[in-house]
Structure formats: C-alpha cells, structure tokens
C-alpha cells in the first residue's frame, strides 16, 4: 500500500492487517503520531517505510 500523505492516526493501518493482503506500506511519514503507526503496523505483520518526501504537492 502507498500513500503520498502521512497516517494521521493507526485505524488505516489496523485496517488493512485485519483485511490482509497488505504486507508493505510506503509513506512520508511526519506525523506526530509516526510511534502509534510504526506500532500497528508491526503488530499487524506490515513492514512500514517512511521515505520523507511527498511527491505530490498542492
């Protein structure tokens, strides 16, 4: 899964782990609740990346 903004909060990643077919998300990451997100992925299985740079821009 990709996604150009950061995740706000750890209910998008929960969600995807409980679905399956998610084992990798790519983000910017930059939130102040990076921790709580890093955490839920790990706990769903997911590897997360943060590559800090958004590619598109308003």
Known sequence: MAS???F???DSI???AQHG???AI???GGSIR???VMEAAEKGGISLY???K???LH
């Open 4 to 6: 150009d903004a950061f």
């Open 8 to 10: 706000p909060f750890q």
């Open 14 to 16: 929960e969600i995807a």
């Open 21 to 23: 077919g998610v084992s």
């Open 26 to 28: 790519i983000e910017p």
């Open 34 to 36: 990076d921790r709580e």
């Open 50 to 52: 943060f590559t800090g």
């Open 54 to 56: 958004r590619v598109f």
